[in-house]
C-alpha cells in the first residue's frame, strides 16, 4: 500500500479518537524515523516520551529477540525469570520496595489510587475519605485515571467520576494545606505537570508535599510517567529534591517502546493482597526483557547523565528564542523535558516542521513540546533549532 492507502485504511478501520498527522512512520534508526516514502524525520518527540533509547538499539533491540525466543507469556500464576529481575532492578534505582507491573501509565494511576483507597479506609474508618489531586494535571483516560486529572475538558462527557477528589494549584502550596482535613488520605502530582503545560515543581512546593504528608499521615503519589525515567536529568524526578513519595506511578520510557508501566511503592504502602488487584498481561516476561534492557543500557550507558547534560544546553538554545521571535513568549521545563509558550496554534508550527523533516509535538492549546530520545547530542540539539528557527521566521 502507498502512504494514502495506509491513511484511508486506518481512518476507516480504527476508531476515531486522535486527529492524525498525514505521516505514516515506517522505521527508526538512532534519533530519526522514516516515513513510508523515505523520508527522514529528526524525532523531538520520542513517540511522547517513550523511546528514549531512540530507536533500533541493538543491545535494547538483542534482549527482546532473544526473550521472543524463549517465551512471550505465562500469566501471573507462575514466576517467570524476567519480572523478578526487572522489578529489582527498577526498586533499586528508584528507592522503592515493591513493583507491580501494569501494560500503561493509566493503569499504574490505577493502581496507585487502589492503594490510597484501602489506605483511606483504614485511616478514616468509612468510604468516606479525599484524595487532592492538582488542577491542569493529566493522569490517563480510564475512569479512575480522569477522575484525578485535573482538567475538565478530559471529564465532561464521562461523569460521574470517582468521589472525594478535591484540586488544587500546582507550585501553590497554601492551596494544598487548606483543603487537608481528617478526611484526606492521599496526595497526587505530577513530577512534571505535562499535558498541562510543561510546569516543573518549585523545590519549596515539592519538599512541602513530603512534608505534608508526614504530618498529616497522608500518602504522597507521584505520577512519573512521563518526567520519570531519566527525563528530566535525573532517574525519577523526585530525587532532584532529595525526598521520596510513598507511592509512585511509571510507564513509557520504562519499556523502551513496549507496552509496560508499574506502580511502585514503600513498603508500609504496600497494603494490597492477593485478590486485591491482577493484570493478565502485567509483568509479562516479553516487556520485563525489554524494561530490564532499558535500565541496564541506562546504567551502561549513563543515559541519565547524557539527558541533565544535553538538556542544560538544550534549554540555553530554546530560551534564546524567547529573546528572538515575538510569537515565542515564554520557556519553562528541565532535562530534556521542555516547552515553547506561543502565541499561535502550536500545530502551524509542527505542520512547518513536519514540511522540513522535524518532528514536535504540543502541550495543551499554546505549547511546542520537547521530549527528544534521551540518547540526543548537541549536535541534533542544533539541527533541531536550526529547523525550528525557518518555522518561526516562516
Given at each position: 500500500m502507498n502512504k494514502q492507502e495506509y491513511m484511508e485504511t486506518a481512518e476507516h478501520t480504527i476508531l476515531h479518537t486522535y486527529n492524525r498527522f498525514p505521516l505514516v512512520l515506517e522505521k527508526g534508526e538512532g534519533v530519526y524515523l522514516y516515513d513510508t516514502d523515505g523520508k527522514k524525520y529528526l524525532d523531538f518527540a520520542a513517540g511522547i516520551a517513550v523511546c528514549g533509547l531512540g530507536y533500533n538499539h541493538p543491545e535494547y533491540?538483542?534482549?527482546?529477540?532473544?526473550?521472543?525466543?524463549?517465551?512471550?507469556?505465562?500469566?501471573?500464576?507462575?514466576?517467570?525469570?524476567?519480572?523478578?529481575?526487572?522489578?529489582?532492578?527498577?526498586?533499586?534505582?528508584?528507592?522503592?520496595?515493591?513493583?507491580?507491573?501494569?501494560?500503561?501509565?493509566?493503569?499504574?494511576?490505577?493502581?496507585?489510587?487502589?492503594?490510597?483507597?484501602?489506605?483511606?479506609?483504614?485511616?478514616?474508618?468509612?468510604?468516606?475519605?479525599?484524595?487532592?489531586?492538582?488542577?491542569?494535571?493529566?493522569?490517563?483516560?480510564?475512569?479512575?485515571?480522569?477522575?484525578?486529572?485535573?482538567?475538565?475538558?478530559?471529564?465532561?462527557?464521562?461523569?460521574?467520576?470517582?468521589?472525594?477528589?478535591?484540586?488544587?494549584?500546582?507550585?501553590?502550596?497554601?492551596?494544598?494545606?487548606?483543603?487537608?482535613?481528617?478526611?484526606?488520605?492521599?496526595?497526587?502530582?505530577?513530577?512534571?505537570?505535562?499535558?498541562?503545560?510543561?510546569?516543573?515543581?518549585?523545590?519549596?512546593?515539592?519538599?512541602?508535599?513530603?512534608?505534608?504528608?508526614?504530618?498529616?499521615?497522608?500518602?504522597?503519589?507521584?505520577?512519573?510517567?512521563?518526567?520519570?525515567?531519566?527525563?528530566?536529568?535525573?532517574?525519577?524526578?523526585?530525587?532532584?529534591?532529595?525526598?521520596?513519595?510513598?507511592?509512585?506511578?511509571?510507564?513509557?520510557?520504562?519499556?523502551?517502546?513496549?507496552?509496560?508501566?508499574?506502580?511502585?511503592?514503600?513498603?508500609?504502602?504496600?497494603?494490597?493482597?492477593?485478590?486485591?488487584?491482577?493484570?493478565?498481561?502485567?509483568?509479562?516476561?516479553?516487556?520485563?526483557?525489554?524494561?530490564?534492557?532499558?535500565?541496564d543500557i541506562f546504567a551502561k550507558e549513563q543515559i541519565v547523565e547524557n539527558a541533565r547534560e544535553v538538556g542544560g544546553y538544550l534549554y540555553e538554545q530554546l530560551d534564546a528564542l524567547v529573546e528572538e521571535y515575538e510569537i515565542v513568549t515564554a520557556h519553562r521545563g528541565i532535562g530534556l523535558m521542555q516547552g515553547l509558550v506561543v502565541s499561535v496554534p502550536p500545530a502551524s508550527i509542527i505542520n512547518k516542521a513536519l514540511e522540513k523533516g522535524l518532528i514536535i509535538i504540543s502541550a495543551g492549546s499554546d505549547v511546542l513540546r520537547f521530549v527528544p530520545p534521551l540518547i540526543i547530542t548537541r549536535e541534533h540539539v542544533d539541527e533541531m533549532i536550526a529547523i525550528l528557527r525557518e518555522c518561526l521566521e516562516a
Open positions: 533491540t538483542a534482549a527482546i529477540h532473544a526473550q521472543v525466543d524463549k517465551l512471550t507469556h505465562t500469566s501471573n500464576l507462575f514466576y517467570n525469570t524476567a519480572a523478578g529481575s526487572a522489578a529489582a532492578k527498577l526498586e533499586q534505582v528508584s528507592g522503592m520496595d515493591r513493583v507491580f507491573f501494569t501494560n500503561s501509565g493509566a493503569e499504574a494511576i490505577e493502581g496507585a489510587l487502589k492503594i490510597a483507597k484501602k489506605y483511606g479506609l483504614t485511616k478514616v474508618g468509612s468510604p468516606d475519605y479525599e484524595i487532592i489531586a492538582m488542577h491542569h494535571s493529566f493522569h490517563g483516560r480510564t475512569i479512575g485515571a480522569l477522575s484525578v486529572t485535573g482538567n475538565p475538558h478530559y471529564q465532561e462527557d464521562f461523569q460521574p467520576l470517582l468521589p472525594g477528589i478535591r484540586f488544587a494549584e500546582y507550585n501553590n502550596l497554601d492551596s494544598v494545606k487548606t483543603l487537608i482535613n481528617e478526611k484526606t488520605c492521599a496526595i497526587l502530582l505530577e513530577g512534571v505537570q505535562g499535558e498541562g503545560g510543561i510546569y516543573p515543581p518549585t523545590e519549596e512546593f515539592i519538599t512541602g508535599i513530603r512534608k505534608l504528608c508526614d504530618e498529616h499521615e497522608l500518602l504522597m503519589i507521584m505520577d512519573e510517567i512521563q518526567c520519570g525515567m531519566g527525563r528530566t536529568g535525573y532517574m525519577f524526578s523526585y530525587q532532584k529534591y532529595a525526598i521520596e513519595p510513598d507511592v509512585v506511578a511509571v510507564a513509557k520510557a520504562l519499556g523502551g517502546g513496549l507496552p509496560v508501566g508499574a506502580f511502585l511503592c514503600k513498603e508500609a504502602a504496600a497494603n494490597l493482597v492477593p485478590g486485591d488487584h491482577g493484570s493478565t498481561y502485567g509483568g509479562n516476561p516479553l516487556v520485563c526483557a525489554g524494561a530490564e534492557a532499558v535500565l
